[in-house]
């Protein structure tokens, strides 16, 4: 064995994949938890897939083939290599990897299968303010054979609204669009190639109309870009489209679809027409959603989706349109935590530390069972201490109160409510302290 030291390696997060401390982390698990809740009271189900998929199913979607990390030992051994060693990736989004899932169970769903994937995505990218290389969705999908209900257009930006509601967030609008309204409207102006001009408009946000005009004057006359332009920068009802005095069947059929959505979410204040939101992905083709920040209108969009005509198609000969949204989980909770906005509490989910007296550590450890048994989380002390250093290890943690087993036959069991500082005696099996434990559960709304 060498006797020469060590090197010691610098400990450093690696850019772009955000870890939180303890206090923090509760916090972000309690927000899961809230979305999870949401999700299953509108009776959708939790599937997961592996973080790998095999590259051609992941580079089947082109857009993003370049973010894709690929797997490979770090030392390519070839004997017992399995046979899809160096085929395989990271998945960068949960809609390929539901595709490949439900084409691969399709005998074995029930339709319209609602499900929803709350987990880890991976891209390659330059890690900036809000994208990050490794970061959490929380996607939700309705699909169908043949046909998925435009009530369901509605629903999901209902949930969604649910979740950003519960969540305590600033200020933020889920703005609807349709893609039906914005290729009618294109195609109402005589323009051939509507698909192009949805990419350009689709940067609007990031370039300005300015922007978008530059993009567009090699491949629509002046007329056509300010039609263009007018309606993207539109923020009335459908009413206000029809004003603008373009007429085509498919820009009626948006209109309509389009009006059926906000006429159903009209309750909702925060969800709002908003007829610049393309998506630029070509496989939505009805109804589109975008979630922004009010206060931070350059950030990232904080939710996204709409309606697709064949989820599956590169994997079975079945018709599979859906409707999802996605939740940029870790984008959100990133902005609300740098900008000094997230509410954080204690380093730990115990609601009591049962201290160890002397030589008592079987009545310490049957208190800890008995409580726990009761509903509370429970930290027994590790070793024996001065009593002064183990109450406060319970202050340091944030653990709001803690118990003092018998020390010695015939004397009762004391609880200490570190925040008013009354210590009473208590029974383990029946206490409550007027109080509810921090049960792993969120409250319902």
Avoid at 12 to 24: M, R, T
Avoid at 79 to 105: I, K, N, S
Avoid at 179 to 204: C, H, M, N, S, W
Wanted: with cysteine; net charge negative; proline share 7%.
């Amino acid at each position: 064995m060498s006797d020469q030291p060590q090197p010691v390696v610098r400990p450093a997060p690696v850019s772009g994949f955000p870890e939180w401390l303890p206090h923090v982390r509760l916090v972000e698990l309690r927000w899961l938890d809230k979305i999870r809740a949401a999700f299953e009271r509108y009776g959708f189900c939790s599937i997961e897939t592996p973080a790998a998929e095999r590259l051609d199913v992941l580079l089947a979607k082109g857009e993003t083939s370049g973010e894709v990390y690929t797997l490979n030992r770090a030392q390519n051994h070839t004997e017992g290599q399995a046979p899809d060693e160096g085929q395989l990736g990271l998945h960068f989004d949960l809609t390929v990897p539901f595709a490949r899932y439900a084409a691969q169970h399709f005998n074995d769903l029930v339709f319209p299968f609602k499900r929803y994937q709350i987990q880890s995505v991976w891209r390659g990218e330059r890690p900036q303010d809000g994208r990050f290389r490794e970061f959490t969705q929380c996607d939700i999908d309705v699909i169908n054979v043949d046909d998925v209900p435009i009530h369901f257009d509605a629903e999901l930006p209902r949930i969604v609204h649910e979740v950003l509601t519960s969540l305590d967030l600033p200020a933020w609008t889920i703005n609807v669009n349709n893609r039906k309204v914005l290729q009618g409207f294109y195609e109402g102006l005589g323009i051939t190639d509507p698909l192009d001009v949805i990419r350009a408009v689709d940067k609007i946000d990031k370039i300005g109309a300015a922007g978008v005009a530059s993009l567009l004057a090699d491949r629509l006359d002046e007329s056509q870009i300010g039609s263009v332009l007018e309606l993207a920068q539109l923020r009335g009802g459908v009413e206000d489209v029809r004003k603008l005095g373009v007429r085509s069947a498919l820009l009626d059929e948006g209109l309509d679809e389009l009006d059926f959505v906000l006429r159903e979410l009209s309750d909702l204040p925060e969800v709002v027409a908003d007829f610049s939101i393309a998506r630029g992905l070509d496989y939505y083709t009805g109804t589109v959603y975008e979630g922004k920040f009010v206060d931070w209108p350059e950030y990232g969009s904080i939710c996204s989706g709409g309606r697709y005509e064949n989820l599956a198609g590169s994997f079975i000969r079945r018709s599979l349109p859906g409707v999802g949204m996605s939740i940029g989980f870790s984008r959100i909770f990133a902005k609300v935590l740098s900008a000094g906005l997230l509410e954080t509490g204690p380093s730990t989910p115990a609601d009591v530390l049962v201290v160890l007296p002397p030589n008592r550590r079987r009545t310490a450890t049957d208190t800890a069972k008995a409580l726990r048994a009761n509903g509370f989380n429970v930290e027994l002390y590790h070793q024996e201490d001065k009593l002064a250093k183990q109450v406060r290890y319970a202050s340091r943690k944030g653990i709001p109160f803690v118990w003092f087993p018998p020390f010695e036959d015939g004397r009762p069991h004391e609880v200490k409510d570190l925040t008013t500082g009354a210590q009473t005696t208590a029974d383990p099996a029946t206490w409550s302290h007027g109080s509810e434990p921090r049960r792993t559960e969120p409250p319902q709304n």
